[in-house]
C-alpha cells in the first residue's frame, strides 16, 4: 500500500469515527437539551440593562463551560439564544465560544504547567498527541458543534501546537457557525417540532461555515499555484544556525607571582569564579622550569596555603618533560589521566608553567578535556611570554609534522612572570627575540627602529629593555590576533608566521636542535633575501633586517639546511607544500616590502629561493662586519 492510498484510508476512517461521536452525543445530550430550552423562551422581556448583565454572565458561563465542563455549554447556548434573542444572542454564544476556544489552546499548549499529573500523566500526553496528529486542524469545524469534541478538540490542538493563526481562523468561522444557528433556534423555539432538526442545524452549521471559507482558500491556491505531479508532501528547509561569544583574556605582567604578598595571581583565579567560591587549581610545571628553581614548586604550595580562603591546590605541581620532543600524545594522555584523578571539572583551573612547548600539549589537553577547562597560562621564556603565550593557539606534534593536531581556545589569562626568566639560559633568551624583531618588521616601523636603536642592550639582556621588548612584542601580537578579523585563521593570509615556512622544517630537519626562534630567525632572514632577489625589498632594507638579527647574536646558518631529496633540491623546500597543507590548500607567504609593512605572494620561484638559500649560506659562512656583508650584497 503507497502513502497516498495510506493517507486517503486513514482520513475516512477518522471522519467515520468523528461521526459516530457525533450521533452518539446526540443521543446521549441534545435531544434532552432540546426539549428543556424549548419551554423556556416564552414570557421572556428582559431590559436592556438586565439584558447586557446577563450577556456578559453568559459570555464568561460558555468561556468556562466550553472548556471545562462540556454537557453545560449546550444548555448556556440555549438560554443565551433564547432569553436575548437573534442577534445578541448570537453575538454572546460567539464570543463566548470563541474565549472558550482560546481558553482550550492555552490549557493544551501549557499543560505541562496548567495540568499536574495528577490529571495527565506522560502517557495521557502521548495518546492526546497522536490522536490529534492523525484527526487533523480540518476536524476542528466538524468538532465545534459536538459536545464533548468540541472542548477536547481545542486543547488537543494546543498541546500538539498547531499554528495559532489557522487554528484561530478555522474556530472564529465554526463558532459564527454554531451560533448563528442557536440563535436562530432558539429565537424560534417554539416553532421547532423536533429536536433532531435543531441538533443536525447546529452541527451542520459549524461545518459548513468553515468549510465554504477553507474551500475558498483552497481555490484560490489552486488557481495561483501551478500543479506539480509527485510533489512531495513535506518539504525540509534548510536551518542557518547563527551566533557570537565575545573572547576576553588579560595579559597581565608581574614579578614574583608566587609570593605571598604578590595578588595578581589570585585575583585572575578569584575572576574566574562567577559564583565567588573557591577556585579549585592544579599546576602543570615545565622540567625545565622547575630545574632552573628548585624552591618555585615549594613556593607554589605555600603561595596557596597562605591565600587558602580563595583558592584550594588539588595536588602538588605536576612537573613534565618540556620542549618540542615533549608535544606527542602520550603527553596528552598522561595529562587527561592526571586531570580525571584529581576530579578536575569546567569550574576548576590549569595553571600552566613553561615553554611554548609546554603551553601547548597543556593547552591542547584543556581544551579537549570535558569539552574545555579553563587555563592560566604562565609563560616562562622570552618566545613563550611575548608569542607562543599570549595567542589562542595549542596543539602538539604528530606524524613527523610541527602542531598537525591542535585547536584553537583562548585562555582564561596570560601571566608573564619576569622573575621566571631569570635562569632562563642565554640562548633561549635570545631565541624569543626572533618574534620581536617578526612583529616589529610587518606590523610596526616604529619598534623595529627601538630595537634597532637597543640591539646591544637586548643582546646583553638588561632587564629594562628585555621587559620593554617582550611587553611591546606581545601587544603587537595580541593586536593582530583580536584586530585583524580572522583570529582563528580560517583565511590563509598568516602575517604572524612570517619566517615560518622554513623555520618549521627547519625544527624537524635538525631533530630540534634548533630552537624555534633560532629556525624563525633563519627562515625570515631566508625570505628577506629572496624578497630582494625577486625585486619587492631594497638591499639597504634587507640589510637592516639581516644586520638586526646579527646584532642579537643569532647564527644564520644550520647544516640541515644543506639536506636534500631525491630530486636533489634542498629539503628545507618541502616545508613549502606542508606550509601550503597547513594553511587549508593556498599557498601565502609574508613577505617584506620595507620595514613595517609586510606583503603576502601565492607563489614562490624556486629558482629565486635556490640562489636566497645559497647567499644566505655565504653570508653565514663569511665575516659579518658591516663591509663584508656589504660587498656580499653587491656579489649578489
Known sequence: MDFSLRYRTSFILSTLVIMALVIASFLLFESSIQSWFTHISNGLNPSQQASFWIAALLVIALLAFDTLLPIPSSLVSAFAATYLGLELGALVIWLGLSL??????????????????????????????????????????????????????????????????????????????????YGYIGSQAQDMAEASSAFFAVVAAGIVVPTIAWGVKALWQAAATPVQKDEARYSVDDIQATFSLPFSYPVTFTENAFNTDNSTLITLLAQANSQNRKAKTVIIVDKGVADANPELCENMQKYFLHHHTKAQLLHEPLVIEGGETGKHYTNVEMLYRFLLKHQVDRHAVVIAIGGGAVLDTVGYACATFHRGVKLLRMPSTVLAQNDAGVGVKNGFNALNSKNLIGTFAPPLAVLNDFSLLENLPARDRRAGLAEAVKVAAIRSKTFFEWMEQNAEALATFEDEASHYAIAECARLHVHQITQSGDPFESGSARPLDFGHWAAHKLESLSKYHVRHGEAVAIGMALDTLYASKIGILSYQQCYRFIGLLERLGFVLWHPALELTDDADEPAVFAGLEEFRQHLGGNLCITLLTQMGTGKEVGSIDKGALGAALLQLKSISLKDTSKQSFTSELVEG
Open 100 to 181: 472558550g476556544s482560546s481558553l482550550g489552546y492555552g490549557i493544551g499548549l501549557y499543560s505541562n504547567q496548567v495540568l499536574s499529573s495528577r490529571w495527565l500523566s506522560n502517557k495521557d500526553y502521548v495518546k492526546a498527541q497522536a490522536f490529534s496528529n492523525k484527526v487533523g486542524l480540518g476536524a476542528l469545524a466538524f468538532m465545534r458543534g459536538v459536545p464533548v469534541l468540541a472542548e477536547t478538540s481545542v486543547i488537543a490542538a494546543g498541546l500538539v501546537r498547531y499554528p495559532w493563526r489557522p487554528f484561530l481562523l478555522v474556530t472564529l468561522l465554526a463558532n459564527a457557525g454554531v451560533a448563528l444557528v
